[in-house]
């Protein structure tokens, strides 16, 4: 079974724009979780989606959304990038409610 | 509050030593505690998990222990090898309600030395 997918894998920005990341969860799964890892803070939770809907959102700001298509596959965008806002963005999708949650090797966001 | 203390920062052990890693959470209704290893470059990666029914569970040279009533989990590592050296987290499950939220500990360098 192929791993949890995700696009690019690399990107570079600057400040004020915005960016799309893309998610591809593993076959079956039907909960998408995002999260924000940074040295300085750690892995944070950003959001998470189970059969398109959202069901929880971390404390970040409203620049930061997502949305889950009915293929279970995911989007996050971050609108009007600050230099704060460069991090790994790591997607992780499960089967459901305290299911395993399975990890893709995360989108490197360098925002100068 | 969301909270998750992960001891020690960084360890570093010879090789066939033990390592222990210990975590303590805040919020009472977590009941799935999850531990992963991050690689460099790489996505963490599930090694073991515990739910809040059990208080240990062993998988060949790992095992995670669970103390509810203290609020406390750990990580123990036997026989280490030097490809266990990695940053490794614990996280627990937020509230009650249908999430999958977890909440991570700031991570422990581990070095296990040749």
């Known amino acids: 079974k192929a791993g949890v997918t995700q696009t690019p894998r690399y990107l570079i920005k600057t400040r004020g724009q915005q960016v799309t990341l893309s998610c591809s969860p593993i076959s079956g799964h039907r909960s998408v979780s995002w999260y924000q890892q940074t040295p300085g803070q750690g892995l944070q939770f950003l959001f998470e989606y189970f059969s398109e809907t959202q069901r929880n959102k971390g404390n970040f700001p409203g620049r930061f959304s997502g949305r889950q298509f009915s293929n279970s596959r995911s989007e996050m965008n971050v609108s009007t990038l600050e230099l704060g806002d460069s991090a790994l963005y790591l997607c992780?999708?499960?089967?459901?409610?305290?299911?395993?949650?399975?990890f893709g090797p995360g989108t490197r966001l360098l925002v100068l | 509050g969301e909270n998750v203390e992960q001891h020690p920062s960084t360890l570093s052990v010879q090789e066939g030593d033990s390592a222990v890693i210990k975590c303590t959470y805040s919020d009472s209704a977590s009941n799935y505690f999850p531990w992963y290893k991050q690689e460099l470059g790489k996505g963490p990666q599930l090694i073991i998990d515990i739910r809040s029914n059990v208080g240990e569970k062993k998988d060949q040279r790992i095992a995670v222990t669970l103390n509810k009533t203290a609020k406390h989990f750990s990580l123990h590592i036997t026989e280490t090898q030097p490809e266990d050296s990695a940053v490794y987290f614990c996280?627990?499950?937020?509230?009650?309600?249908?999430?999958?939220?977890?909440?991570f500990g700031q991570g422990t360098t581990l070095q296990v030395k040749p």
């Open positions: 992780a999708s499960s089967l459901g409610w305290l299911e395993t949650q399975y």
């Open positions: 996280a627990a499950s937020w509230g009650s309600s249908n999430t999958g939220k977890l909440i």
